[in-house]
């Protein structure tokens, strides 16, 4: 049997806590439940995780990274000057997650109606958006436009009122990805 290294203890610890606050709610999450569904002694987990506002803020801290992580690898795939490279950007993060990152924001969101505090790194990761959208090079109105259609599309699929079908999810994806053109 091979031993774990920290980073995997951790991320298994945190895969654990995503998975009862999903499958069973934000009361359930427990430092002995997560230490148990994780299969990670008490102690191993008190080494990662002090607290269960430790804990919630190493969900928060993961949630975020993976949100920026891939709003960056996005802008990234994007030429530099080109007009609505940051809204296509946002879009693609918005429409194409990995099942994973979803789980993890559908968590966090459970986790914020108990810990609203953490909602601060997020008002401040979206404040920064303000220069990206008067930067972006599409009138301000559209970006903000495609901004909150993908924040209402994602947050009612994290409060698990999914808005659309698949298929008008995807028509919806491409409609908003044609805003982004500077002759629209």
């Not at 986790?111 to 979206?126: C, E, Q």
């Not at 958006?129 to 930067?135: K, T």
Request: charged share 25%; proline share 4%; aromatic share 6%.
């Amino acid at each position: 049997m091979t031993k774990n290294t920290p980073k995997e203890t951790r991320a298994r610890l945190l895969r654990a806590a995503v998975a009862i606050v999903i499958e069973q709610g934000t009361a359930q999450l427990t430092l002995n439940a997560v230490a148990h569904t994780a299969q990670v002694s008490k102690g191993g987990l008190l080494h990662h995780f002090p607290t269960k506002e430790a804990l919630v803020n190493g969900i928060d801290d993961w949630a975020t990274q993976m949100w920026s992580e891939r709003l960056e690898d996005e802008l990234a795939r994007e030429p530099e000057g080109r007009a609505g490279r940051w809204s296509r950007a946002y879009i693609r993060t918005t429409f194409d997650r990995e099942p994973e990152m979803t789980q993890v924001l559908q968590a966090l969101t459970r986790i914020i109606g108990v810990y609203p505090a953490l909602l601060d790194r997020w008002r401040t990761m979206y404040a920064q958006s303000w220069d990206y959208i008067a930067g972006d090079g599409l009138p301000q109105g559209r970006v903000r436009t495609i901004q909150v259609a993908c924040d209402g599309l994602w947050l009612s699929e994290m409060i698990g009122l999914p808005l659309l079908p698949d298929t008008e999810r995807e028509a919806m994806r491409a409609d908003l990805l044609k805003l982004t053109d500077e002759r629209s």
